[in-house]
């Protein structure tokens, strides 16, 4: 699976904080990169509240993954 730099990048970041609850740039490339996480089974929503981006976690592929890459995921 080819997973780019702002996809790793984003994936680290989860992995260490345990969700995307966090303070991010945001806009539409962040939004893509975290459809395409999403779109190859690494990253799943866990809520969406209206007005606000979606908070995601891993899912098992995405912790085995940061795992294989050797990021902790919680």
Not at 36 to 47: C, F, H, I, S, Y
Request: aromatic share 10%.
């Amino acid at each position: 699976m080819k997973v780019g730099q702002r996809q790793k990048l984003f994936l680290k970041a989860i992995a260490q904080q345990g969700n995307s609850d966090f303070v991010f740039s945001g806009g539409v490339t962040d939004q893509r990169v975290r459809e395409g996480l999403e779109k190859k089974g690494l990253l799943k929503v866990v809520r969406q509240s209206p007005g606000y981006y979606p908070i995601y976690e891993l899912t098992e592929a995405g912790k085995v993954y940061c795992k294989l890459h050797g990021w902790e995921a919680e």
